[in-house]
């Protein structure tokens, strides 16, 4: 009898952070709109919006070349690569392999059906000028993968900024992309196209 009544109420704590967070996300897209967001990291936090597998955003943006995005892996870790045009990315596979796949092999055997891209509070994608080619050279080479140490996070961190450091997670990632670009970091939802 005991255990039913504990999973009602995880169930009802579980709908009621979940309806803070909507009511959170709603108030920052708001304040974006009247272009009141937060447009440098501070103290509390280097990313205001981070990717959501339970809600949606009433902004889209188009990905763009050099851009950082993100999906879900079975709704508990993001998983990150380098955009590279023509609705394919650049990612650090658990193989160890460097490949280029498209938007929808990205998101396959994924949980997320979303692809988010760091921005700006404007919605202007953060692009490193070398991302991209650092990405592409980087192509079918492998690297000896490792969750913590050596992960799809510290591929793109080489590709933005050349270093090889260890990026243990996706908040680590956010707080070396804040530093690198002097911006809060808001992940958008990207437009995807049906190829």
């Known amino acids: 009898m005991a255990l039913p009544l504990i999973w009602l109420g995880t169930a009802a704590v579980g709908a009621i952070l979940l309806a803070d967070d909507r009511k959170q996300r709603k108030s920052l897209q708001h304040e974006r709109r009247m272009g009141r967001s937060p447009k440098v990291p501070n103290e509390k936090s280097t990313s205001p919006l ?20 993100c999906c879900f892996v079975f709704g508990v870790v993001e998983h990150s690569g380098i955009w590279v045009g ?4 650049v ?8 490949r280029p796949v498209s938007a929808q092999r990205f998101l396959q055997d994924r949980t997320g059906r979303r692809i988010f891209q760091a921005c700006n509070h404007l919605h202007q994608p953060l692009i490193s000028p070398q991302a991209q080619q650092r990405a592409e050279q980087a192509i079918y080479q492998y690297r000896e993968y490792d969750l913590f140490n050596n992960n799809c996070h510290r591929f793109v961190w080489s590709c933005v900024n050349g270093e090889e450091v260890a990026v243990k997670s996706f908040e680590k990632l956010n707080a070396l992309l804040a530093e690198e670009f002097k911006q809060a970091i808001y992940w958008d939802e990207v437009t995807l196209s049906e190829r």
């Open 50 to 69: 981070t990717p959501s597998i339970w809600h949606t955003s009433d902004v889209r943006v188009e990905a763009a070349p050099g851009g950082i995005v």
């Open 86 to 89: 023509d609705n394919h990315l």
């Open 91 to 98: 990612e650090l596979h658990g193989s160890g392999l460097i």
